[in-house]
């Protein structure tokens, strides 16, 4: 069953197959996001209640749940490398944990400038604002135990373990600051009044989240690249790749 | 097209500062991440060239031992002999 | 030789780790004495008004057990890796989870129980409700040894780190919230009268799921810092 | 054959150690690793217990990868590191007890062993209190017990003195005629193990 | 040789101490999380009203930074006493103290300067008062190099013994309190729009003195830990 | 007379090591001190060093108690213990660059020094990567640029391979030659310096 897998499972093989989706990626993420930037600024309607700032939700929202989708993927890369001993599984979680960071960020700063003109604050104790800014701990955990490990090897499976162990957790995190936010305070700040989205409001919103994906998979893509590279320093195919392509000074 | 000018676009009905924010630093943040990913690239293949670099010397070194050792027992086999 | 039962190889590392802490016996006190600094650092800071204390006791002391727990971690395995002794525990012919699992009981029994103890007294220096002391001591009894189970995942990882001191507190920190979330819920669910015990079977429910799950990744986790 | 490298590759930092070494260590043998310093003495001795991962290659015991049979290769093992595993906290008596107990070995007779590593009289100091060499010395009095057939040492001589260096390699020559194996490194040379009894492995990748 | 003025030792050591901060990244970055860290744990222990919050937020913030710098004291000698190099430096040609102080300096620039420049967020989420905000980065700037220059006192005592680090806490944290107290009590003081130059000034004087006097304690406390 | 122990007396842990011990080091010594593990070696020599004070008795250096001339004492001073004061986190040539410049010595020349202890293809390497030998060549580096007439070194040769010893003996004997004197310890006998060129102090108190 994973015969066809095999391959893949192989860095040589997989840094050109990289390679080769790249500009692909590339090409579908820059007019995916093009179309759905200048769509969602110029030409979507503002909101009846919030006005121009709705146009926030267009960044927001994407990297929200690209945030969390990131973990999901870096938990089952984690799973497979420990389960069946895939390096390249290793780096390709590797791979996504700073893209998955920087996301992360992007939907709590986004956040806090939404908040400031809606709630009146740039932060409140919210359940979801709450979860969201464990997940940033979570993430940056990860990236701390990669970057301390100087074998890049043992780093994977430090950070695999730990990505797991934070996934377990991740559920019962959101599910007790949502228990914990519901029980102290009913809501003193009103939340976003949810408007039924029409569809020239969703239209520009599924290519900017398409977009966003997409972008994710290219920075994702050029990470990889490297962390197979920097693990196979001594491998032949890479010793002549270099030759080719160093700077010499 | 939902605005009528540039000044009101950039003024977002009254939300400018907020939407320029959170917009801009969510380009400056990505395309941070993107060069960094990019520019890594060259880095490590730099670094590996480095790596090579420093293998060639030691063998040098060693080699040049070699041939000090060969050729002072050399010498004390002529002494010897 | 090769006798040696799981039980008895259970015993044999707890009661090491215990003598030593024992002969060492700074290592019960000192984590203790940091609970209370803390917890009396926070009036100061904050000013002795009764109201607000009380309102915020359960707070305070949690955070307080929550960062006494976390200094004492490194105790766990910083110096047995330092000497070599995490090695040779590795080596030995037992199953690692289970050495694992008697070196957290025994940082539980040197550490997390102390707390449970002095805690009453601390609650009542920040004029915790009195209705609360019962959820307060329950939680701490539930909660401490997930501290303690959760940790060593944290050191165990960290532990071939040079100066993984810090790192330790980002890697651990957020696993512990979820407990800190539901024992403050459900000492202030009591402070009002009302039963706490959703709150508790919870915590119940962490303190299970670590205790099966924990020993493994921390045998995993070793495996790989001592590689 | 008690135990058998394949295949083993060892790369650190980038650099290849070894690549492609063989070994094969039988009842009877006393192995030495031999190379100058940084050659990857002490990397492949811990492949060889299990400490760490080959990056290519496997490690056989009896046949069988060790991965595979962990418990039961560790039964079999005795490795001492640079690092002794003694407890500073702990009497010299205590950590012996300890060391022996982990391994399912008779603790009652902890006093000879100490006399032989020549701590009479120190059975009860804690360990910090002694001298670099007395340190080491407590974690060696394991010799004198271990059933283990295979022992792994690195660098046991360190910071012993002469006649505890000439009384370990009369152990290991007892050991070795009673079926066991020992592999070692040292920089020193072996004296009272005649030269012929003794196999080398030398690693030189790195200066050859 | 022994060319080496005193200006050069003092910036020989400080800019060593920072290359292997700068190296190891994590020094920098890692207890500045904890401190970020312990900051979110109390909304979470004691709830998310602002009103609360607000009235708490300087004691906890400063109890944050106190705890953050404690926790990131032992690399100021211990790793430097584990390897051999306080040895050597103490076998230098030169006062101990000035090393000492470029030690400690080196010490704060790492770890307290940043806490300075992250602490206004952290304000933010704690809904600190506005007027506040003056008053909270002055005595962090003046506060924090007391914490630096007392707590090295406390390792300097602690780096010989094996296990120091919550003894470490014991010896230092009372020294802290001073500190503390005059500072919440500025920031307090700010929030309700009073002038706080009075405890501005005492903060100062605690900065001086120790300045002063905390290089030659360290010293001799370095003298007795390496005998 | 560069150095002078006067009625040294050292007990620890309630054991008299030696008692009223008495020490001359001149220009040109090179000073071996003896004795089994545990004998107070080490004891002995971070006395001399003023890293420990005796329970009885005064160090002097030319003719000065060194507690009363602590900078100058230093100054001629290098010492060399059992932990090598070597950085994990910088390299070879850094951590060697900063020992030399804490003592006021050329720094120009690290390439050269890192050469003479077999380091060379190893300066960036992080000292935290190097095996435990080239480790303490870090360390040893430095002798190739001492300008101190007084050097203690206790067990130089832990974990240095044979070429290594070999050239750090040449090195002491050009020291010594050079008006220096040598005191230090080992468990192995020196090789390449004639026996009667060395001076032995023998500890064996405990042990007579
Ligand atoms: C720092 C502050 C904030 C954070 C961390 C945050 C986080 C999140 C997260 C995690 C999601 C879920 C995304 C998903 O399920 O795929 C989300 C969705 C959303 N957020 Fe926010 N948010 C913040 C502030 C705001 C503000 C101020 C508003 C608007 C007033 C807002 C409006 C929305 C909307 C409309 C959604 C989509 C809801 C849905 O369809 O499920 N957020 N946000
Ligand atoms: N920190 C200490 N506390 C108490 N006693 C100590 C301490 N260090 C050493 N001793 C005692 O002093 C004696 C001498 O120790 P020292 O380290 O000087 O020996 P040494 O000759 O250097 O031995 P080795 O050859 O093993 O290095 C030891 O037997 C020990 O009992
Ligand atoms: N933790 C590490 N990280 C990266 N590289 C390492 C590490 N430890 C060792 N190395 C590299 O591996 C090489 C071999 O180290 P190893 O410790 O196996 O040598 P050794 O033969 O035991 O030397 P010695 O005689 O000095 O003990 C060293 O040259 C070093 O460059
Ligand atoms: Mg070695
Ligand atoms: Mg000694």
Same mark, same amino acid.
């Not at chain 1, 990505?163 to 029980?183: A, F, H, Q, R």
């Given at each position: 069953?994973?015969?066809?897998?095999?391959?893949?499972?192989?860095?040589?093989?997989?840094?050109?197959?990289?390679?080769?989706?790249?500009?692909?990626?590339?090409?579908?993420?820059?007019?995916?996001?093009?179309?759905?930037?200048?769509?969602?600024?110029?030409?979507?309607?503002?909101?009846?209640?919030?006005?121009?700032?709705?146009?926030?939700?267009?960044?927001?929202?994407?990297?929200?749940?690209?945030?969390?989708?990131?973990?999901?993927?870096?938990?089952?890369?984690?799973?497979?490398?420990?389960?069946?001993?895939?390096?390249?599984?290793?780096?390709?979680?590797?791979?996504?944990?700073?893209?998955?960071?920087?996301?992360?960020?992007?939907?709590?700063?986004?956040?806090?400038?939404?908040?400031?003109?809606?709630?009146?604050?740039?932060?409140?104790?919210?359940?979801?604002?709450?979860?969201?800014?464990?997940?940033?701990?979570?993430?940056?955990?990860?990236?701390?135990?990669?970057?301390?490990?100087?074998?890049?090897?043992?780093?994977?499976?430090?950070?695999?373990?730990?990505?797991?162990?934070?996934?377990?957790?991740?559920?019962?995190?959101?599910?007790?600051?949502?228990?914990?936010?519901?029980?102290?305070?009913?809501?003193?700040?009103?939340?976003?009044?949810?408007?039924?989205?029409?569809?020239?409001?969703?239209?520009?919103?599924?290519?900017?989240?398409?977009?966003?994906?997409?972008?994710?998979?290219?920075?994702?893509?050029?990470?990889?690249?490297?962390?197979?590279?920097?693990?196979?320093?001594?491998?032949?195919?890479?010793?002549?790749?270099?030759?080719?392509?160093?700077?010499?000074? | 097209?939902?605005?009528?000018?540039?000044?009101?676009?950039?003024?977002?009905?009254?939300?400018?500062?907020? +939407?320029?924010?959170?917009?801009? +630093?969510?380009?400056?943040?990505? +395309?941070?991440?993107?060069?960094?990913?990019?520019?890594?690239?060259?880095?490590?293949?730099?670094?590996?060239?480095?790596?090579?670099?420093?293998?060639?010397?030691?063998?040098?070194?060693?080699?040049?031992?070699?041939?000090?050792?060969?050729?002072?027992?050399?010498?004390?086999?002529?002494?010897?002999? | 030789?090769?006798?040696?039962?799981?039980?008895?190889?259970?015993?044999?590392?707890?009661?090491?780790?215990?003598?030593?802490?024992?002969?060492?016996?700074?290592?019960?006190?000192?984590?203790?004495?940091?609970?209370?600094?803390?917890?009396?650092?926070?009036?100061?800071?904050?000013?002795?008004?009764?109201?607000?204390?009380?309102?915020?006791?359960?707070?305070?002391?949690?955070?307080?057990?929550?960062?006494?727990?976390?200094?004492?971690?490194?105790?766990?395995?910083?110096?047995?890796?330092?000497?070599?002794?995490?090695?040779?525990?590795?080596?030995?012919?037992?199953?690692?989870?289970?050495?694992?699992?008697?070196?957290?009981?025994?940082?539980?029994?040197?550490?997390?129980?102390?707390?449970?103890?002095?805690?009453? =007294?601390?609650?009542?220096?920040?004029?915790?409700?009195?209705?609360?002391?019962?959820?307060?001591?329950?939680?701490?009894?539930?909660?401490?040894?997930?501290?303690?189970?959760?940790?060593?995942?944290?050191?165990?990882?960290?532990?071939?780190?040079?100066?993984?001191?810090?790192?330790?507190?980002?890697?651990?920190?957020?696993?512990?919230?979820?407990?800190?979330?539901?024992?403050?819920?459900?000492?202030?669910?009591?402070?009002?009268? =009302?039963?706490?015990?959703?709150?508790?079977?919870?915590?119940?429910?962490?303190?299970?799921?670590?205790?099966?799950?924990?020993?493994?990744?921390?045998?995993?986790?070793?495996?790989?810092?001592?590689? | 054959?008690?135990?058998?490298?394949?295949?083993?590759?060892?790369?650190?930092?980038?650099?290849?150690?070894?690549?492609?070494?063989?070994?094969?260590?039988?009842?009877?043998?006393?192995?030495?690793?031999?190379?100058?310093?940084?050659?990857?003495?002490?990397?492949?001795?811990?492949?060889?217990?299990?400490?760490?991962?080959?990056?290519?290659?496997?490690? $056989?015991?009896?046949?069988?990868?060790?991965?595979?049979?962990?418990?039961?290769?560790?039964?079999?093992?005795?490795?001492?590191?640079?690092?002794?595993?003694?407890?500073?906290?702990?009497?010299?008596?205590?950590?012996?007890?300890?060391?022996?107990?982990?391994?399912?070995?008779?603790?009652?007779?902890?006093?000879?062993?100490?006399?032989?590593?020549?701590?009479?009289?120190?059975?009860?100091? $804690?360990?910090?209190?002694?001298?670099?060499?007395?340190?080491?010395?407590?974690?060696?009095?394991?010799?004198?017990?271990?059933?283990?057939?295979?022992?792994?040492?690195?660098?046991?001589?360190?910071?012993?003195?002469?006649?505890?260096?000439?009384? $370990?390699?009369?152990?290991?020559?007892?050991?070795?005629?009673?079926?066991?194996?020992?592999?070692?490194?040292?920089?020193?040379?072996?004296?009272?193990?005649?030269?012929?009894?003794?196999?080398?492995?030398?690693?030189?990748?790195?200066?050859?």
């Amino acid at each position: 069953m994973w015969k066809w897998l095999h391959p893949y499972a192989n860095p040589e093989v997989s840094y050109h197959f990289t390679g080769r989706l790249l500009p692909w990626f590339s090409a579908l993420a820059a007019i995916l996001l093009s179309i759905g930037l200048v769509w969602a600024l110029l030409f979507a309607p503002a909101d009846y209640q919030q006005g121009d700032s709705f146009r926030i939700f267009y960044i927001h929202v994407p990297a929200a749940s690209l945030s969390m989708g990131i973990y999901f993927g870096m938990a089952i890369a984690a799973l497979c490398s420990l389960v069946w001993q895939l390096k390249l599984a290793d780096a390709s979680a590797a791979a996504m944990a700073p893209v998955g960071a920087v996301f992360t960020a992007i939907a709590l700063l986004t956040g806090s400038a939404w908040g400031k003109p809606m709630w009146g604050t740039w932060w409140i104790w919210d359940a979801r604002l709450t979860s969201e800014l464990i997940l940033l701990f979570l993430y940056l955990g990860v990236i701390a135990l990669h970057s301390a490990f100087e074998d890049k090897n043992l780093a994977g499976k430090a950070a695999g373990i730990l990505t797991l162990v934070g996934s377990i957790n991740l559920p019962i995190i959101k599910y007790s600051v949502e228990w914990w936010n519901t029980l102290h305070q009913g809501s003193t700040v009103s939340k976003l009044g949810k408007p039924s989205m029409s569809l020239d409001m969703l239209w520009p919103f599924l290519f900017c989240f398409l977009g966003f994906a997409m972008l994710v998979a290219v920075i994702v893509c050029y990470r990889f690249r490297n962390e197979i590279l920097a693990r196979n320093s001594i491998r032949p195919w890479v010793r002549e790749l270099v030759s080719a392509r160093a700077t010499h000074k | 097209m939902q605005f009528n000018s540039f000044s009101e676009f950039i003024n977002m009905g009254g939300y400018g500062f907020y +939407v320029w924010l959170s917009f801009g +630093v969510s380009a400056l943040l990505l +395309v941070i991440l993107l060069i960094s990913s990019k520019a890594d690239h060259q880095k490590i293949i730099n670094n590996i060239a480095k790596q090579k670099q420093r293998e060639d010397k030691l063998r040098q070194a060693r080699e040049l031992r070699k041939q000090q050792a060969s050729s002072a027992q050399d010498e004390a086999e002529q002494a010897t002999s | 030789m090769k006798s040696l039962s799981y039980r008895d190889a259970f015993f044999l590392v707890l009661k090491r780790d215990i003598t030593i802490a024992l002969r060492h016996r700074d290592d019960i006190i000192n984590p203790l004495l940091f609970f209370i600094i803390v917890v009396t650092l926070f009036p100061l800071g904050i000013g002795p008004e009764a109201n607000t204390l009380s309102q915020i006791a359960p707070g305070i002391i949690w955070v307080a057990a929550l960062l006494a727990t976390l200094l004492s971690l490194d105790r766990l395995f910083k110096s047995d890796y330092n000497d070599g002794s995490l090695e040779q525990m590795l080596l030995s012919p037992h199953p690692i989870f289970l050495l694992v699992l008697a070196k957290v009981v025994a940082h539980w029994l040197i550490t997390g129980l102390p707390l449970i103890f002095i805690a009453p =007294l601390l609650a009542v220096l920040l004029h915790l409700n009195e209705q609360s002391y019962g959820a307060l001591i329950l939680t701490l009894l539930l909660g401490t040894p997930v501290l303690s189970l959760l940790g060593a995942v944290g050191v165990a990882l960290t532990v071939g780190i040079k100066k993984g001191g810090v790192l330790l507190s980002l890697l651990v920190l957020p696993l512990y919230i979820p407990v800190l979330i539901f024992a403050t819920s459900a000492i202030d669910t009591a402070s009002i009268g =009302l039963p706490y015990s959703g709150q508790l079977a919870i915590i119940a429910a962490l303190f299970f799921g670590s205790l099966t799950l924990a020993p493994f990744a921390v045998g995993a986790a070793l495996k790989v810092s001592t590689n | 054959m008690l135990l058998k490298g394949e295949n083993l590759t060892c790369i650190r930092e980038d650099r290849l150690l070894f690549d492609d070494l063989n070994v094969e260590i039988n009842a009877g043998d006393i192995v030495q690793v031999e190379g100058p310093n940084g050659s990857g003495k002490t990397s492949l001795l811990r492949i060889l217990a299990g400490l760490s991962q080959p990056y290519e290659g496997n490690v $056989l015991f009896k046949q069988t990868a060790i991965s595979q049979c962990r418990e039961e290769y560790h039964e079999n093992l005795l490795y001492f590191g640079h690092l002794p595993g003694v407890k500073g906290e702990m009497s010299a008596e205590e950590n012996l007890s300890f060391n022996l107990a982990l391994h399912g070995l008779d603790t009652s007779e902890t006093h000879d062993d100490l006399a032989h590593v020549n701590l009479l009289g120190f059975e009860d100091s $804690l360990a910090s209190h002694l001298s670099a060499g007395q340190h080491r010395r407590i974690a060696l009095a394991r010799l004198y017990q271990s059933q283990a057939p295979i022992w792994i040492l690195d660098e046991p001589f360190t910071a012993i003195d002469k006649q505890g260096v000439a009384s $370990l390699e009369q152990r290991f020559t007892e050991h070795a005629e009673q079926g066991g194996c020992v592999i070692l490194t040292t920089h020193q040379d072996l004296l009272a193990i005649s030269s012929d009894k003794v196999k080398k492995i030398t690693l030189d990748y790195a200066f050859e």
